[in-house]
C-alpha cells in the first residue's frame, strides 16, 4: 500500500515570503518515484519535478527547491521569494516501481499569496 | 501547455444519462490514464491503457469504461449518470508505461450532473 500526506491544507503568505510545503509517504517498497504537481485556478495539472527513490539529491530550479528525505520519508517543496502568480493547489503524489502501479496524490496544500 | 487535449472542457448533463469524454496523447506517447477529481474524493485513479491495451485499475465504478483506439487517442464512457459523478475529469499521458515516466495531464473536463 502506499499513501502521501500533506498535513497542511492552506497557508497564506505575502509575496516575497518564503514557504515550505510538506510532503509524507509512505511505501514498503524500495524503489518509488516521487513527484510534485501545481495546479493553479485555472485548473490544469502542471508537472513540476520528478524524484527517483534512489537519488536523494536536493534539486533547485529558480525559485524552487525540493528536499527529499528518505530517512524521514518526506518529500518537501520550497518557495523562494513567493509571487501572486504562485498562488494554487499544489500535489505531492508517489508511485511505486511495477507496470501495475498507481500514481497516489495527497490532498493537496491551497497556497495564497498576497500583494 | 502540456500537449494533451481533452474535449470537451465542460459538460452539464441529467442523471441516468451517458456521456463521452476525449482524450488526445502528447505525440508519441503511448499510454494513457485517466483521473476523476471531486472535493470529497480528491484526484483519483480510474484506469490506465498502454498501445491499445488496458494496463491498470484503479478505483472505477462498472458504470464507466475506456478505450484506446489505434491512433491512441482514448475515450472515456461514463453510464447511468449520478449526482456524485460531477467531478473534473483529468486524462494524462506518458512515453511508456513504466512507473518511473512522467505523466503530463490535460486541461480536464468538468462534468456537472444535475
Known amino acids: 500500500a502506499q499513501k502521501v500526506t500533506q498535513a497542511q491544507t492552506e497557508i497564506s503568505v505575502v509575496e516575497k515570503e518564503d514557504v515550505t510545503l510538506d510532503c509524507v509517504y509512505e511505501?514498503?517498497?524500495?524503489?518509488?518515484?516521487l513527484f510534485w504537481y501545481k495546479q493553479p485556478p485555472s485548473g490544469e495539472l502542471v508537472f513540476l519535478i520528478r524524484?527517483?527513490?534512489?537519488?536523494?539529491q536536493n534539486e533547485i530550479s529558480g525559485r524552487y527547491s525540493w528536499n527529499f528525505q528518505k530517512s524521514t520519508s518526506s518529500f518537501n517543496f520550497t518557495i523562494t521569494a513567493s509571487q501572486v502568480v504562485d498562488s494554487a493547489v499544489y500535489f505531492c503524489?508517489?508511485?511505486?516501481?511495477?507496470?501495475?502501479?498507481?500514481?497516489?496524490f495527497g490532498k493537496g496544500i491551497t497556497l495564497s499569496v498576497r500583494p | 501547455d502540456s500537449g494533451v487535449t481533452q474535449t470537451p472542457k465542460h459538460l452539464i448533463t441529467a442523471t441516468g444519462q451517458r456521456v463521452t469524454l476525449r482524450c488526445s496523447p502528447r505525440?508519441?506517447?503511448?499510454?494513457v490514464y485517466w483521473y476523476q477529481q471531486s472535493l470529497d474524493q480528491g484526484l483519483q485513479f480510474l484506469i490506465q491503457?498502454?498501445?491499445?491495451?488496458?494496463?491498470a485499475k484503479g478505483n472505477i465504478l462498472e458504470r464507466f469504461s475506456a478505450q484506446q483506439f489505434p491512433d491512441l487517442h482514448s475515450e472515456l464512457n461514463l453510464s447511468s449518470l449520478e449526482l456524485g459523478d460531477s467531478a473534473l475529469y483529468f486524462c494524462?499521458?506518458?512515453?511508456?508505461?513504466?512507473?518511473?515516466?512522467?505523466?503530463?495531464f490535460g486541461p480536464g473536463t468538468r462534468l456537472l450532473v444535475l
Open positions: 494524462a499521458s506518458s512515453a511508456s508505461s513504466g512507473s518511473q515516466e512522467t505523466q503530463y
Open positions: 511505501t514498503r517498497d524500495t524503489t518509488y518515484y
Open positions: 524524484r527517483n527513490s534512489f537519488d536523494e
Open positions: 503524489a508517489l508511485r511505486n516501481s511495477g507496470a501495475n502501479s498507481k500514481l497516489t
Open positions: 505525440s508519441g506517447d503511448l499510454s
Open positions: 491503457y498502454y498501445n491499445g491495451e488496458e494496463r
